[in-house]
């Protein structure tokens, strides 16, 4: 895959069929959703007078943050389970 950036390379991969539509849509969403929520804890760590650093205390989070990085986490597992079973990396 030539293309750059991580949506642009799903969007490759879902169209040359090396992964599936729905699983390509929802990890471009679980991206956006972690990059989002990561900007907002940065946002509040500077406003609170704090360097930003990239770390996500799940207990800071409302509980709809929670069910939220949950789900998005799930299919992040969905995908490293395909890249496992794909290239067969658990006989390494």
């Not at 395909?82 to 390494?92: E, G, H, I, K, P």
Request: charged share 25%; hydrophobic share 45%.
């Amino acid at each position: 895959v030539h293309a750059t950036g991580t949506v642009a390379r799903l969007a490759a991969l879902v169209a040359q069929d090396q992964l599936d539509a729905e699983l390509g849509r929802d990890l471009t969403e679980a991206l956006h959703y972690l990059m989002g929520l990561r900007l907002r804890m940065q946002l509040r760590q500077r406003a609170s007078g704090h360097a930003p650093t990239n770390l996500v205390k799940p207990s800071d989070l409302s509980l709809m943050d929670r069910d939220q990085l949950k789900d998005a986490l799930v299919i992040v597992r969905r995908f490293r389970g395909l890249l496992r079973q794909r290239f067969r990396l658990d006989t390494l």
